[in-house]
């Protein structure tokens, strides 16, 4: 017989019956269940938006180091070649430099592409969130170690990305005073005194070809072409984008050490509530243990 299936009629003309009454279940409002809506906003409220908006930043920028750095890098080395050391053991060295470049830009997108996807892993198995929608959970010693070991691995990451953004500026600067003097060989004034072919810039002097290198330098018109030139224009600005991709890198990889940061702090009070919760519970079932003997040895009594 199921409880609020059935209940006794009592009439006075026949013996007792059974009436059949509605299952409880039945009568539930369908308000009472949630829906799909209420599932989607659950859902929601366990993604870690810190850690999803520094991963976004991170790849992003990432990507924009890589794919233009690998470019400007290519486009640099064309220049050299056709304007300013025409001999190729004179640049051999720095041709074997850049290809080596080349191949740690695809190691560093590769490598950041899972570390990104691991950070954002664990922010999602250390938010608070987490616990909330799946109760809760403990935490171990091996945990909180893997935490610390992503703290300290970001803040390496971190520091050696800051060199690699000022590392990337330096042919900013170079292209940036190459650009800046092709500006002055165009100014009215540099037509009218007819010494535009006296302003010249020397490569040489940058310390990326040696100085037997020739020609080495370029004055004048030949500066000026070299400006003008598709190659130039590309390597600059794909340099430029490429210092900004470092910049966001730094800037998540910071980001993200303030997260793991959190979320190791979260990690340890955990642990620290999950050690009280444990004693807790022990001593209220030593004392539930003590409760019932007593009881027993009481009934013996009686």
Aim: with cysteine; charged share 15%.
């Amino acid at each position: 017989m199921e409880i609020g299936r059935y209940h006794w009629m009592y009439e006075s003309s026949r013996p007792h019956q059974y009436r059949h009454v509605p299952a409880l279940r039945d009568s539930v409002s369908p308000l009472s269940t949630p829906g799909c809506f209420e599932c989607c906003i659950k859902c929601l409220g366990g993604v870690p938006y810190a850690s999803l908006v520094a991963t976004i930043l991170c790849f992003s920028g990432v990507a924009l180091f890589c794919g233009c750095g690998h470019v400007a890098l290519a486009g640099t080395i064309s220049i050299l070649e056709q304007h300013f050391s025409t001999n190729a053991s004179d640049h051999a060295l720095l041709s074997e430099v850049i290809q080596l470049m080349q191949y740690v830009i695809y190691g560093i997108a590769s490598f950041f592409f899972l570390y990104g996807i691991i950070l954002l892993a664990e922010g999602f198995y250390t938010t608070s969130a987490v616990k909330e929608l799946h109760g809760e959970f403990k935490t171990t010693a091996c945990g909180r170690c893997i935490s610390g070991m992503f703290v300290f691995l970001t803040y390496v990451l971190g520091l050696a990305w800051l060199g690699v953004f000022g590392f990337s500026a330096v042919p900013v600067f170079m292209f940036y005073n190459i650009w800046s003097t092709c500006e002055v060989i165009k100014s009215p004034q540099t037509n009218s005194t007819a010494t535009g072919s006296q302003i010249c810039v020397d490569i040489r002097q940058y310390g990326i070809i040696p100085w037997n290198a020739l020609p080495g330098r370029a004055c004048g018109s030949t500066l000026e072409s070299i400006c003008n030139t598709n190659e130039f224009y590309m390597s600059y600005h794909l340099f430029i984008v490429a210092c900004a991709g470092a910049g966001a890198t730094v800037i998540a990889l910071i980001h993200f050490l303030m997260i793991l940061s959190s979320n190791w702090a979260y990690l340890k009070d955990a642990s620290k509530m999950q050690a009280y919760q444990d004693i807790k519970a022990k001593e209220e079932q030593e004392l539930q243990d003590i409760q019932s003997r007593s009881k027993e040895q009481l009934n013996s009594y009686t």
